[in-house]
């Protein structure tokens, strides 16, 4: 599901009061503009934070993972609701068996609505007997599940729409933002590492920045 439309960008329905295309005029930004746009910041801020806010609730996904040697199997994408269809394990021969469900519980980094992130948490399969590991290897680890969010954060979706906003409200083709600018009273210097140019979405997104890469 799209984390935004074009009628949150219209001057009736926008969501916020900073941020409307028109529509109506010949020269307006169309609808089907502003969906592709809204699809390609959401791929932009998905690959930036490294994570999948725009969360499938209706089909499993598949990752192929390396075996950790250890009790705990720290997973490279967000589980959605703490449900894992299935996981197993690759051998030698490249034959996957399936490790019974009852031998292993699931931690999880989203709260149980998959909206909400709990601090510093991250999404683990660990054995529950104390002397059981996960074989290590390359890529020999398969979990199917549910992955990404249920519903993206707020601060996901307004970093969203900016970035949207910017490639669509219309500047001028020699106009270049500004990095510093001073008033009669004060001098601005903007951070460099803006992303995308916009220092706001940066801060919006900080906090949702993950730092492992999902292998598949």
Aim: glycine share 6%; proline share 2%.
């Amino acid at each position: 599901m799209a984390l935004l439309t074009a009628a949150d960008f219209r001057s009736s329905t926008k969501i916020w009061p900073d941020i409307e295309l028109a529509g109506g005029t010949a020269t307006a930004v169309t609808d089907a503009t502003i969906t592709s746009a809204v699809t390609a910041a959401t791929r932009i801020v998905n690959k930036y934070c490294r994570d999948d806010f725009e969360g499938d609730t209706t089909t499993a996904g598949t990752i192929i993972m390396d075996g950790s040697g250890e009790r705990s199997l720290v997973l490279t994408q967000r589980i959605q609701n703490g449900s894992v269809t299935s996981v197993a394990e690759r051998d030698a021969d490249g034959n996957y068996t399936t490790i019974d469900s009852t031998d292993y519980r699931v931690y999880t980094s989203l709260d149980s609505a998959g909206t909400d992130p709990y601090a510093d948490a991250v999404d683990v399969i660990e054995y529950i007997a104390e002397d059981s590991t996960w074989t290590e290897g390359v890529l020999n680890v398969r979990v199917v599940a549910k992955f990404g969010w249920n519903t993206a954060p707020w601060e996901v979706k307004r970093a969203v729409a900016l970035i949207v906003y910017d490639m669509l409200s219309g500047k001028n083709a020699g106009m270049h933002r500004a990095s510093e600018w001073q008033t009669p009273n004060m001098s601005f210097n903007r951070a460099e590492d803006a992303f995308m140019g916009i220092p706001e979405v940066r801060d919006l997104l900080e906090q949702y920045r993950q730092f492992t890469v999902a292998v598949i």
